[in-house]
């Protein structure tokens, strides 16, 4: 069983930075990639970014790439992403997930966090 909790999530202004934190839990211990989806009501969940166990390997999305950055603290199981220069097309809620290896695919996670909702104003 593997548990992911988010954090970080809330309100900030167009130009702001935030970052965001997922947590993992599990009862097995696995050397998973892990990723940040987001979803905005109507739309597909789309990809932001992705980690691998190692961290040697990340993936971003278009959208975020450049302005982004996602890492990995294995001794506390927790990813990071920082997101600099928000604008209101960055709203959305977003979900952490883990999988088997660094993807741009949400089918291929296993697991999913509850999300955290982000909010942009403009």
């Known amino acids: 069983q593997v548990q992911l909790t988010e954090s970080g999530g809330g309100l900030v202004q167009a130009g702001d930075s935030l970052t965001l934190t997922c947590t993992r839990k599990e009862q097995t211990f696995t050397t998973s990639a892990m990723a940040w989806f987001r979803q905005t009501p109507g739309r597909e969940r789309e990809f932001v970014a992705a980690i691998s166990w190692s961290g040697e390997t990340i993936e971003y999305a278009d959208s975020v790439k450049g302005r982004s950055t996602l890492s990995r603290d294995r001794s506390k199981d927790t990813i990071i992403l920082q997101m600099n220069n928000m604008t209101p097309e960055d709203t959305a809620t977003y979900y952490c997930?883990?999988?088997?290896?660094?993807?741009?695919?949400?089918?291929?996670?296993?697991?999913w966090g509850q999300g955290t909702q982000v909010t942009v104003s403009s």
């Open positions: 997930a883990q999988g088997t290896a660094v993807t741009n695919m949400d089918f291929t996670y296993k697991y």
